[in-house]
C-alpha cells in the first residue's frame, strides 16, 4: 500500500478528537415589539462555507434592516471566532450570538440572526435580550450530534490488498470516500484520527 497524500480533515490533531455541532440547517422567526428576527443556523467545515452561508442569507433577505452574524470554528488553537453586528449599535447583536453558541459548546457552526424593524426602538438591553434569544432558539431547533474528528488519506494498494484495507477502514469507523480503479485502486479514505495509526501499522508504507 503506497500513501500518496495526507491530509488531516476536522479541528485539531489530538488522537481521538471529537466536537458537538448543529445536526441540521434550521430556521425560526420570532417576533419582538413589532420587529421580526429570523434566525438561521448551520453547520459549516470552513470559515469560507461560513461566509458563503452567510452572503446566502444576505442575499436571500437583502430587504432585511439587518443581518447580524457569528460564526465559531475549529477548536483549541485552531479555533477561529467572528462575529458582526451589521449596523446595530456595538456589542448587541453579533457578540450575544456567538454567545449562544458558545453556552451550547457547539463549534463549525454559523448563525446568522435577521432583523425587519418593526417601527419600535428596543434599546441596548433590548436588542442583546432579542439576539441572544433569536440565536439560542434556532441553534435548539437545529439540535446538535457529536462528530469524530477525521483523517482523509489518499492511498494506492493492490487489488489483493483491497478487501483487508476496506474491513479495516470500516471496522475503525471509517469510510471510502472516493474509489478509482487501475492497475491498482487509488482511495480516499476518511478515518478517525485514533483509527489511522492502527491502519498505518498494518501496512508498509512505500
Not at 437583502?62 to 483549541?76: D, E, I, K, L
Amino acid at each position: 500500500m503506497k500513501k500518496e497524500e495526507e491530509r488531516r480533515r476536522g479541528l485539531c490533531a489530538e488522537s481521538g478528537a471529537s466536537y458537538l455541532t448543529v445536526a441540521r440547517e434550521a430556521t425560526v422567526e420570532i417576533k419582538i415589539e413589532r420587529s421580526r428576527f429570523i434566525g438561521h443556523a448551520r453547520e459549516v467545515e470552513s470559515e469560507d462555507a461560513a461566509r458563503e452561508f452567510i452572503a446566502r442569507i444576505q442575499a436571500e433577505h437583502r430587504q432585511a434592516t439587518h443581518n447580524c452574524f457569528a460564526y465559531r470554528v475549529g477548536m483549541g488553537k485552531q479555533e477561529v471566532t467572528y462575529y458582526s453586528d451589521a449596523g446595530e449599535p456595538g456589542g448587541t447583536a453579533g457578540r450575544p450570538i456567538l454567545g449562544a453558541i458558545t453556552s451550547l459548546g457547539l463549534t463549525n457552526v454559523a448563525v446568522v440572526v435577521t432583523r425587519y424593524f418593526g417601527g419600535k426602538k428596543l434599546g441596548v438591553r433590548g436588542l442583546i435580550e432579542a439576539y441572544g434569544q433569536t440565536a439560542r432558539r434556532v441553534l435548539e431547533e437545529a439540535g446538535s450530534i457529536r462528530r469524530v474528528v477525521t483523517r482523509e488519506v489518499d492511498l494506492t494498494c493492490s487489488y489483493a490488498e483491497l478487501d483487508r484495507l476496506l474491513y479495516l477502514v470500516h471496522s475503525h469507523g471509517g469510510s471510502v470516500v472516493t474509489a478509482e480503479y487501475g492497475s491498482e485502486v487509488r482511495l480516499k479514505i476518511a478515518v478517525p484520527l485514533a483509527a489511522w495509526a492502527k491502519i498505518q501499522s498494518m501496512f508498509t508504507s512505500n
